[in-house]
């Protein structure tokens, strides 16, 4: 133990005396394992880390294709309310969709689903079954979710706010419960607030959710279906998220959902109408299909890439910087010192090296991940990775200097 301490100061002393060599070589260290780390982080985000949901793995998105074998991922009201009833002992069925919508008046004019008008401040929330938050198992922070009442055509305009908005726009004010604020020139009472870091299964971050029965409200005359979503079975306005029942399995809800979708086809024929019901995990933020897998590997192996260089180039400095301490080993050779002793003085500066380089590459790796998204969740959860970004660059650093103390040997 004592001889360790003498090797760490005297590595340490070593590498003071040499600080463009340190430098140049901690940077390199840092930035390959910084983006690489970086880089997992955010596939982990999105594709492995399961979503802070109750029971994330029994999540599944539904997707129909219709008699051509077109994708259609959109459903009508009518047929979710179908869809709910037929199949309610083998799942929990969540309507929902993305809207945008301005803070206090509504833009004059006819809406457009597609441009928003200039000069208005937006919030961009969700429209969701009033089901949402028990299907997800997400609490309140504050106030209440919404019932089932809510979600009946001229019920009261009611409001849940996303925890980061409610603390960037109300400063975290709990009396903000029972206050009105006025969405695209209609007044909405504020019942809750959702629990911190949730935000539904999207990477976006949600000002707020609102029942179904305010889908008129939130859009403008002359928008997406506006009116017609209730009556219309061809208006397909929601996405639909199912809950699978622990006694049953993936293949016997979907067929439960198969069952319905042909009476469906049969009771209301349509070139559009869906004949067939597949599911998409929803567990994740992204389910790995063959779509994304052809972009994720060239990626993967090119970032690999920029890892490897980075080590080549390190072992490149480390070696040069060997051969000029050709004359120092020689007189500790000549002094009687053990080719082990010098060798694991080498490791011990490779590891100092390493150690430093995997701590300047951990900065690097979160300032980088929070340079590629701005979504709140997403650094809620990069904070809670910190111990999968940890065991990485401890890891890469730990296999430096055995590729430093390979090449350094010669030069004894």
Known sequence: MITLFQDIKYASRYLQKQPGFTAVTVLTIALG???????????????????????ASRLVNLEGRDKNGQRRRLFSYLDYLDYQQQNASVSELIAWNKVSVTLGEAPPGSASDFMLAEG?????????????????????????????????????????????????????????????????????MIIGVSEPGFIGTTPDSPSFWAPLSARDYLILNGGWAHQAWRADRNTEAFTLLARIAPTVTDQQAQAAFQLTAERLGREYPDDNRKTAITFERAGTFATLNDAFTALIFPLAIGFGLVLLVACANVANLLLARAIARQPEIG?????????????????????????????????????????????????????????????IYFLIGASLPSLSLSLRCPAR
């Open 33 to 55: 394992i910084g983006i690489n780390t970086a880089m997992f982080t955010v596939f982990d985000a999105f594709f492995l880390k399961p979503l802070p949901l109750r029971d």
């Open 120 to 188: 208005y401040e937006y919030a961009f929330g969700e429209i969701v079954s009033t089901n949402y938050f028990d299907v997800l198992g997400a609490r309140m922070y504050l106030g209440r979710a919404f019932t089932a009442a809510e979600d009946t055509e001229g019920s009261s305009s009611v409001i849940v706010l996303g925890h980061a908005y409610w603390q960037r726009h109300f400063n975290s004010d709990p009396s903000t419960i029972g206050k009105q604020i006025v969405l695209q020139g209609h007044s909405f």
């Open 331 to 391: 007189v500790r050779l000549a002094l009687g010192a053990r080719r082990s002793r010098i060798i694991r003085q080498l490791l011990t500066e490779s590891i100092l090296l390493a150690v430093l380089g995997g701590a300047v590459g951990l900065l690097i790796g979160i300032w980088a991940c929070a340079l590629c998204t701005r979504s709140s969740f997403l650094q809620f959860r990069l904070r809670n990775s910190r111990r999968d970004l940890s065991w």
